[in-house]
Structure formats: C-alpha cells, structure tokens
C-alpha cells in the first residue's frame, strides 16, 4: 500500500487543487493513476533477472462525459500521469521499450465512472521532457538557459517579493540540467542546501525565498515500431 499510496498522492493534490470543482461526479484523475499502476503491475515481464519490461503506451477508454471532464484539463493532466507512472516503474525497478505515451480515448459502450486501459509495448526513441513545477503551474524548458525571478524580463516570472528580479538560471543541454544563482539577495537552495551552482537530477528541489521549484525530467514516446528484448532501457534515474 505504501507505492500506491505514493503513487496517487501527486493527483490526490492536483483533485484537491486547481481541478477541483471540474470533477463532481464520474472518473476521477486518481482512479486512472490506479488504474495505470494496474496495468503496469498485472503486464510486467521478467525478461532476464535484472531486466522487467512492462507496457509504455496506454490508451484509457472513458464514457463520452468522463472523456470530455479529462480532456478540458488540456496536457498538464496527460504530464502528471506520465511522471507518476514513469515514478513508479522507477520504484518497482521496471524498464519500458521507450518512451512513455499516455492517451484518452472516447468509449460510447462505457458508462460513466468506468476506466479501461489498454497496452502495449512499443519500442521507440525516448524524447526526454525536462519540465519545471512552480506554484502549481508546469513550465517546459524549451531552451538551453531558462532564467527565473520576478522581473519582467526573466525567462519565467514568479509574484514572490522575496526572490531577485534575475534570481537563477536553469541550463539544459539536452540530456543534463545545472541551477546556477545569479547573485540573488537571499540565495537559492537545492534540496534544502544552499547552492550557488550545482548539476540537477531529476526531482530535485529548488528554494529561492517563498517559492518551491520541482525539476523533472519526462520520458515521452517517439514510436517506431514493436518492442523486443533488445528495446532500449528506461534511463536510471
């Protein structure tokens, strides 16, 4: 129960949140979180002793009403789900044939509040998504220097008067990320240490003053074709 209650923690807060009053009755976020972790545990194939396969793209089958509350959220939904499956296949030791592709699909023969999850492996190239978490609001990273403050002119403007108006930079080279402080007033800390530069892993917390900046990294699909046993290994995280 402890992995599935992790697991789900991340929609619970997304429910109780901005989405909130979008989900009065019918499928909620949380059950296809489960539903997911389902599909992932019941379809995991022991390869080799070191190696577990489990699906990569899923299509959830929803009722014309469930379909439409799901979609209206747009891709922060579709995101949220990517990284709480890509998680848990990181927890349970899983690998995928490549990157993970998650989409809803409109089922008349469905009533609403049921879930079916259908799923595959595919093998293809893994588009690696890095994605910055701030109050509540995801921000892909779109250029290899990204800078945060609450300027105009920084890259992403966070309302909190404590932080610099240029406070830290955030670089991406395609495959690695580093935070660097740009000389800001009341510094930065990175997992609770004060930090002036440093490499990020995926996960890991950036603190300037009030605001909390989560770092993530995506793995999103690229598909070419079925999987096989020499598919490409989930990067270690």
């Known amino acids: 129960m402890g992995l599935l209650d992790s697991f789900e923690r991340g929609l619970e807060r997304a ?50 009403a469930d379909h439409a509350r799901m979609t209206s959220i747009g891709p922060a939904l579709i995101d949220e789900l990517t990284s709480l499956v890509q998680q848990h296949a990181t927890a349970q030791n899983y690998q995928f044939a490549g990157g ?65 108006r240029k406070h830290v930079e955030i670089l991406w080279d395609g495959s690695r990320a580093q935070v660097n402080d740009l000389g800001s007033t009341n510094g930065s800390e990175l997992n609770g240490n004060r930090v002036s530069k440093a490499p990020l892993s995926p996960d890991s917390v950036i603190s300037i003053g009030r605001t909390r900046i989560v770092f993530r990294v995506l793995a999103q699909a690229a598909p070419s074709g079925p999987a096989d046993g020499r598919a490409d290994e989930q990067r270690g995280r």
């Open 15 to 64: 429910v109780n949140g901005a989405f909130a009053r979008t989900f009065k009755s019918g499928v909620q976020p949380v059950e296809i979180t489960s539903a997911l972790k389902r599909e992932l545990d019941t379809n995991a194939a022991i390869v080799s002793r070191d190696r577990i396969l489990v699906p990569n793209t899923f299509v959830v089958r929803l009722s014309p």
């Open 100 to 164: 993970i592709s998650i989409t809803f699909a409109k089922d008349p023969s469905l009533t609403e509040g049921i879930i079916n999850v259908d799923s595959t492996n595919v093998k293809g190239a893994v588009t690696w998504t890095p994605v910055l978490d701030i109050n509540g609001k995801r921000y892909p990273i779109t250029r290899s220097r990204t800078v945060i403050g609450r300027g105009s002119d920084a890259d992403i403007t966070v309302d909190d008067s404590s932080i610099s």
